[in-house]
C-alpha cells in the first residue's frame, strides 16, 4: 500500500488496479498522460525495491490491449481479421504477459481470443490471438522478443481442427477410478 500512495501522490494519475494476486504478489496498474505515468512508474519502481518482480510501462498501447483488459475502448479493426491460424502464449508475470500481448498486437494483425492473468494461473499470463498464419509467425517474433525470459512458451496452431474450443476451459475438473495394485 506504501508504493501505492506515493504513486498516487507524485502526479495526476487514475488507478486501474491495486490488489494482491496469488501467488502472493502485488498488483498496481495506473493509466494517465505519458508524463505523468513515467514520474509515478518511476517512483514506484524505486519505492518497491527488491521486492519487485517485474513491470512495464507503455506508451500508447494497443486498442485491443485495453478491450482486453476489460475497458471500453472501441475496437472495430479486429473484426475484419482473419482467424484461420492461431497463437498461444504463457508469460511467468502479469507485466510480460501484458508486454507481450501489447508487443504483439502492434507487429501484425491480430485478434485477441482469451486473456488470463495471476488469478486462477499461478501468477502467470496466458493469451490466445487469431489472424492469418504469416501475421501470427510476426506476432510469434514480436512476443518471444518483448517477453524475453519471462516467457514459458507459445506455439502457432495453423488452421485449427474444428473441434478445438475457441478459449481454454475455465477449469477442468478429472475424476480417476484408481484400485490399489495387488502387487
Known amino acids: 500500500m506504501w508504493v501505492t500512495d506515493q504513486v498516487l501522490k507524485r502526479s495526476p494519475i487514475e488507478l486501474l488496479q491495486c490488489r494482491t494476486t496469488e501467488p502472493g504478489k502485488f498488483l498496481l496498474a495506473f493509466t494517465g498522460d505519458v508524463a505523468s505515468v513515467e514520474e509515478s512508474f518511476a517512483i514506484g519502481m524505486a519505492e518497491a525495491g527488491d521486492a519487485l518482480i517485474d513491470s512495464v510501462c507503455l506508451q500508447a498501447a494497443h486498442t485491443s490491449l485495453w478491450r482486453a483488459l476489460g475497458s471500453d475502448v472501441e475496437d472495430s479493426e479486429s473484426e475484419s481479421i482473419s482467424t484461420e491460424s492461431l497463437l498461444t502464449v504463457e508469460c511467468y508475470t502479469i507485466a510480460s504477459t501484458i508486454r507481450a500481448l501489447d508487443?504483439?498486437?502492434?507487429?501484425?494483425?491480430?485478434?485477441?481470443?482469451?486473456?488470463?492473468?495471476?488469478?486462477?494461473?499461478?501468477?502467470?499470463?496466458?493469451?490466445?490471438?487469431?489472424?492469418?498464419?504469416?501475421?501470427?509467425?510476426?506476432?510469434?517474433?514480436?512476443?518471444?522478443?518483448?517477453?524475453?525470459?519471462?516467457?514459458?512458451?507459445?506455439?502457432?496452431?495453423?488452421?485449427p481442427d474444428p473441434a478445438l474450443p475457441d478459449v481454454p476451459a475455465e477449469a477442468v475438473h478429472l475424476t480417476l477410478n484408481m484400485t490399489p495394485s495387488s502387487d
Open 103 to 159: 508487443a504483439g498486437l502492434k507487429a501484425a494483425e491480430a485478434r485477441v481470443d482469451h486473456l488470463q492473468m495471476a488469478d486462477d494461473y499461478g501468477g502467470k499470463g496466458f493469451f490466445v490471438l487469431r489472424g492469418a498464419l504469416t501475421a501470427l509467425e510476426a506476432v510469434a517474433e514480436a512476443t518471444e522478443e518483448a517477453a524475453a525470459e519471462r516467457l514459458v512458451a507459445q506455439r502457432i496452431v495453423a488452421s
